[in-house]
């Protein structure tokens, strides 16, 4: 994975412009599909990410419904045409990975015990991707739950932190991406510091490790915060077009 680009300049500076623990510019957007239960719109650098949640509804088909608790189904999907080499269409090895590691993370949250035999289910869809992509996407299906109105524990923020040229870099870029030693995708419930999503891809050491940890669950608190404040957005809007009808 290692390249002779240099991600990093003597200025300590990389390729965007960005320090090493700073964040891509991002902005989250709640209910912005009429027709879902809830949605949110999220765009972090170059990546543009669509979630929208339909539910809790009977679950189907039925022989997977749990008669004590909803079951989280996610379907995460990279469009053909997020991505500068054209995706073949359709689900992929790699999408059902990352789906299911995103119902896992959804379902710490998520008060399943109060719909026995239901589904709630999440779309993440990928407009354009540009790394970190997963994370951004779990981040998103937070906030369109949120926007649902399903009972949760928490939102999740989520975000990858890496290494290129030696470096640790927070929520890394496509170029750091692809030729860095290392990238850390994590996400948290920030109330408790609970991790319910961490993988590795790279070597880092244990030093290195404990700090990219300590990055990434800064930056998610963070993120955190961005979330809170589009829910706030979308439900005083919500409240003042209320108003308006009334009078």
């Known amino acids: 994975m290692d390249s002779d680009i240099v991600m990093v300049d003597d200025k300590g500076k990389r390729l965007d412009g960005r320090k090493a623990d700073e ?17 949110a719109y999220l765009e972090i650098g170059k990546n ?55 119902s896992e993370a959804l379902e710490a949250v998520i008060q399943v015990e109060l719909f026995p035999r239901a589904s709630i289910d999440v779309y993440i869809e990928i407009l354009q991707a ?7 996407g779990l981040t998103a299906a937070s906030v369109a ?21 030696g470096h640790l870099l927070l929520d890394l ?9 290392a990238d850390l ?21 244990r030093e290195e490790f404990d700090t990219a940890m300590k990055m990434g669950v ?13 829910l706030r957005r979308r439900y005083s809007v919500a409240a003042e077009e209320e108003q308006e009808v009334e009078e």
């Open 48 to 102: 543009k990410v669509l979630a929208a949640v339909y539910g809790p509804r009977e679950c189907h088909p039925r022989h997977l419904q749990n008669p004590t608790r909803a079951i989280v189904q996610c379907k995460y999907n990279m469009q053909s045409y997020s991505v500068g080499d054209r995706k073949r269409p359709g689900p992929d090895r790699r999408s059902q990975e990352i789906s299911k590691i995103i």
């Open 218 to 230: 800064t930056a998610c608190h963070e993120i955190y915060e961005m979330q809170k404040d589009a």
């Open 185 to 205: 995708p994590l996400a948290i419930i920030p109330k408790t510091n609970e991790v319910v999503l961490l993988q590795m891809d790279g070597h880092m050491t």
């Open 130 to 136: 540009n790394a970190g992509t997963r994370c951004a």
């Open 173 to 181: 870029n496509k170029e750091e991406d692809n030729y860095g030693e």
């Open 23 to 39: 964040l891509r510019p991002m902005k989250i957007e709640a209910g912005v599909l009429p027709n879902a239960d809830g949605s």
């Open 145 to 165: 739950l949120a926007d649902a109105g399903i009972p949760m524990r928490d939102l999740i923020p989520s975000v990858a932190v890496g290494k290129a040229n």
